[in-house]
């Protein structure tokens, strides 16, 4: 599931999933191309408010499907929610869904192959560049039904993780940990006014 329901507000309320990469894809499109180059079958793009017109018509031009949040007030749990509910429909033979924020875009394909070979119905997957965790995250079909409860829990899809003992994937790729939130984490040719 793709993550694009943020408002951007620490990038001055520019969509991310918009953003360019250098090779000028926009951040979804890159997502969607990795998922493809590592083998993932399926995607579902959860979006919202304020940029749901924009991002849908991405969403769409790219063929992929997408979910309405009516409440990203939640918080991104309230997006895991709704995505991993859909998963748990509309991909019934699935072992395992990956989470994965639309500002990761950096990540290489052997990575999400890797997290996707590492995962089963009760583990989550956690890819590890040095100590820091990152995306996307594998959660195994066995965690589904806690994913879909996450809002309601004390850190959303941390506390899913937090009561497993999740596999801490080390891999050589740092765009697991490189995300968006600010304009100083873009490249200086394509910052944006906060």
């Not at 509309?90 to 996707?116: I, K, Q, S």
């Not at 995962?119 to 965690?143: K, N, W």
């Not at 994913?147 to 790729?173: I, K, Q």
């Amino acid at each position: 599931m793709i993550l694009a329901a943020g408002a951007g507000r620490r990038l001055g309320g520019v969509n991310k999933a918009l953003l360019r990469t250098a090779e000028g894809d926009t951040f979804l499109a890159a997502i969607a191309r990795l998922g493809t180059a590592a083998g993932v079958t399926s995607a579902v793009v959860v979006v919202a408010e304020p940029h749901r017109a924009e991002t849908v018509a991405e969403a769409e031009r790219l063929g992929l499907p997408w979910l309405d949040n009516p409440d990203p007030s939640r918080g991104m749990a309230s997006s895991i929610e709704l995505g991993t509910a859909h998963v748990a429909t509309a991909h019934a033979g699935a072992d395992a869904a990956l989470l994965w924020p639309v500002d990761h875009v950096a990540v290489t394909p052997a990575t999400v192959r890797a997290v996707v070979a590492a995962c089963s119905p009760g583990r989550v997957v956690i890819p590890m560049f040095g100590d820091r965790g990152g995306h996307p995250t594998g959660f195994g079909r066995e965690l589904w039904p806690e994913l879909m409860r996450c809002a309601g829990l004390p850190e959303g899809a941390r506390s899913v993780v937090r009561a497993t003992d999740p596999v801490r994937l080390d891999v050589d790729d740092a765009g697991v940990i490189r995300d968006v939130d600010r304009p100083v984490d873009l490249p200086a040719d394509r910052r944006c006014a906060p």
